[in-house]
């Protein structure tokens, strides 16, 4: 037997890490601004990361959510002091596409509804109805495909009127588009969502499950926007590599006992890994240095006359060049030993860097970029 492969993969074989730079099994150093997927929010084996794990293993790993887990409680007041939702209630689980599913429940308990407003250009995960909710057919099977779900063009205000109505059930929208390429979302837009929901009685969801947890500069990136939403869905960041997600819930939503379920969801090391993040970002300040690093990083990369256009917030940010970009992150990783990811806008490079990247760290990855663009210079 042997790993089945999900993705295409390089032939690195990486063995350590610290901060925002990794090793390979032959020592080679790289520069990691994607972050594997947005996921490493405060840098590599951060030490109080590595110390709250490894005391909590010490004491007990997991119990089922049949006893009281007080890590649960401490979590959940931390996480809603420091979005500014102290108000909500927090929802375990163990994924970023396993927390839009139990939104899209929730949603659909509460109102008795199944119509669902997606966008085009999304990524909610691979899973069942969050899948559905992708606009990438490459990804959906026969059993995915859900009638009620229905595209509409991102930040269409006109066409997001004519479409919602009374039997709408929910609208997921992103806080940015990753996937899609760091698409960023009119506050007008997200505003209109949210006046409409409620005028109609269907549920906002915002899924931050890439674009949250302090890396658009402000905790989450709706909140530029200055909107309330219904559901909001976290995972990636939130646990620097161990897998933990979450649904927040608004007070007006009740479920029912046992309406949402989860065997590992918010167990012992999930919550301390939960927890450390929040304990490095407060301490470190590291929203407010995603916004000033982010800021930097912008200024720098519109310098470059070869790149079409810069999409960013913080540290989200899409370099879209004037052709496919698959060669540029090969030379950045081949020659300048740097990582940085795809979007399915195949012109468009993603950076996500952990949220107290350096400022050298930036001027190394510009000086590298402008070298690979020179001879592609328009």
């Known amino acids: 037997m042997k790993p089945f492969k999900v993705y295409s993969i390089f032939d690195i074989e990486i063995v350590r890490a610290h901060g925002s730079l990794l090793w390979d099994n032959k020592g080679t150093q790289y520069l990691d601004l994607y972050g594997g997927h947005a996921v490493i929010s405060v840098g590599h084996s951060h ?20 006893i009281k887990i007080n890590l649960q409680d401490k979590l959940a007041e ?9 108000d909500y209630d927090l929802f375990l689980c163990n994924s970023g596409a396993e927390a839009n599913e139990n939104a899209f429940k929730l949603a659909s308990s509460h109102n008795g509804r199944k119509k669902i407003i997606a966008f085009k250009g999304s990524f909610h995960g691979r899973t069942s109805l969050a899948v559905a909710a992708t606009d990438n057919a490459g990804i959906i099977a026969p059993v995915n495909k859900n009638e009620n779900i229905i595209f509409l063009p991102f930040n269409d205000i006109e066409a997001f009127e004519k479409t919602i109505s009374d039997d709408i059930c929910a609208v997921v929208v992103e806080g940015i588009q990753g996937v899609g390429g760091v698409n960023i979302p009119d506050a007008a837009f997200l505003k209109k969502l949210e006046t409409l929901c409620n005028k109609h009685g269907a549920l906002l969801i915002l899924d931050e499950v890439q674009s949250g947890y302090g890396r658009s500069g402000k905790f989450f990136a709706h909140q530029y926007a200055g909107i309330k939403p219904h559901l909001i869905t976290v995972a990636k960041g939130m646990g620097n590599g161990f897998p933990i997600g979450g649904v927040l819930i608004s007070p007006e939503i009740k479920p029912k006992l046992e309406m949402l379920g989860t065997t590992f969801g918010g167990n012992y090391l999930a919550c301390a890994a939960g927890i450390a993040v929040l304990d490095i970002i407060e301490k470190e300040k590291m929203v407010e240095n995603a916004l000033q690093m982010g800021k930097y990083l912008k200024e720098q990369l519109s310098s470059i006359p070869s790149i079409k256009e810069v999409r960013s917030l913080g ?7 004037h052709a496919p970009c698959a060669e540029v992150r090969k030379a950045l990783l081949n020659e300048y030993k740097i990582f940085t990811g795809s979007s399915s806008n195949k012109n468009t490079i993603r950076l996500l860097p952990a949220l107290n990247v350096s400022r050298e760290h930036i001027d190394e990855f510009i000086e590298a970029l402008q070298n690979v663009l020179q001879p592609l210079a328009v």
């Open 47 to 66: 030490p109080h990361y590595v110390q709250m794990l490894t005391e909590q293993l010490q004491k007990i790993g997991f119990y089922s959510n049949s």
């Open 78 to 86: 931390k996480l809603g002091n420091m979005s500014g939702y102290p």
């Open 315 to 321: 540290l989200m940010t899409g370099i879209e060049l």
